[in-house]
C-alpha cells in the first residue's frame, strides 16, 4: 500500500486545549488507536511538549497553534490541518476556562461571564465553523463538545443534586455550550456529522486545582467514545461515562 493511501485512510483529529489534562489524555486516547492527531493550544512550549511526549508514546501527533479567541489563530489552524491532511474526521472542542472566581452572581465581575462564554461558547463556535469544511470532506465526521452536567439545567434545579459551587460565568456558559450543541445537530441532521457534548466529570486538572476524583484519563473515556462512535450514532446528546445526562 502506498504512503498516500495509508495516509488517507488514517483518521485524522484536532483537539483543542490538547497540551495538558483531558485535552492531553483524549489526543493520546486517540493517537493510540491509530488516528493522527492535532494537539491544539495557545503555548508553544507546552504544545511541542505534548506533541513530543504524545510521538514518544507512538502517536502520529502534530501541534497546531491556536487560540480559540482569535479569529486569525484559528483561520491558521484550519488552514494547517487542511495543508497537513485534507480533511478532519474528529474535532474536539476541549478548550475551556472557570473564568475565575469568585461567582456568586449578584456580586460577580460580569468581566469574568464575558471571558469564560467568549473561551467556552464563542471560541467553539467559532473554531467548529473554520473546521466544518474539513469535516465535511470526512466519511464519517464527528464533533465532542467538552461540556460538565453543572450545565445541566435539569441537575441545577434538583434540590440536593451535587452541582458544585455557585458559578454564574462557568456553568451558565455550559449551560450556553449544550444549546449550542443542539442547534447544530439541528441544522447538521440531514449531513453525516454527528455532534454531541460530554462530561468528563470531576476531574483532577488544574482547571480545578486539582481537586477533582477522577484522572484526566477517566475524564478523556467519553469524549473519545463519541469521537469515535459509529454511523447511525447518536447526535445532539449530552453524555457522561454512565450515559445520558439530563439538560
Request: glycine fraction near 10%.
Amino acid at each position: 500500500m502506498s504512503e498516500t493511501n495509508i495516509v488517507n485512510r488514517q483518521k485524522v483529529a484536532l483537539v483543542t486545549g490538547a497540551n495538558k489534562g483531558i485535552g492531553y489524555e483524549i489526543a493520546a486516547g486517540l493517537g493510540a488507536l491509530g488516528w493522527s492527531v492535532g494537539v491544539g493550544a495557545r503555548n508553544e512550549e507546552r504544545r511541542e511538549a505534548a506533541v513530543e511526549k504524545l510521538r514518544a508514546a507512538g502517536a502520529d501527533a502534530f501541534g497546531v497553534p491556536l487560540d480559540v479567541t482569535d479569529d486569525e489563530s484559528v483561520t491558521a489552524a484550519a488552514r494547517l490541518v487542511e495543508e497537513r491532511t485534507g480533511r478532519l474526521d474528529a474535532l474536539v472542542n476541549n478548550a475551556g476556562i472557570t473564568g475565575g472566581g469568585p461567582q456568586e452572581p449578584t456580586t460577580v465581575d460580569v468581566n469574568r461571564v464575558r471571558a469564560a462564554v467568549e473561551t467556552n461558547v464563542i471560541g467553539v463556535v467559532r473554531v467548529t465553523n473554520a473546521l466544518l469544511p474539513l469535516l465535511r470532506r470526512s466519511s464519517s465526521p464527528r464533533i465532542v463538545n467538552v461540556s460538565s452536567s453543572v450545565g445541566s439545567l435539569t441537575l441545577q434545579s434538583t434540590p440536593g443534586a451535587e452541582t458544585g459551587p455557585i458559578s454564574v460565568a462557568y456553568a451558565s456558559s455550559k449551560t450556553f455550550l449544550n444549546a449550542v450543541t443542539v442547534q447544530y445537530a439541528k441544522e447538521l441532521a440531514d449531513t453525516d456529522i454527528l455532534i454531541n457534548a460530554v462530561c468528563p466529570g470531576f476531574t483532577a486538572t488544574d482547571l480545578n486545582g486539582f481537586r477533582g476524583v477522577r484522572t484526566p484519563q477517566q475524564g478523556a473515556a467519553s469524549a473519545i467514545r463519541l469521537a469515535t462512535v459509529p454511523d447511525g450514532g447518536p447526535t445532539g446528546r449530552f453524555f457522561d461515562d454512565e450515559g445520558e445526562v439530563p439538560w
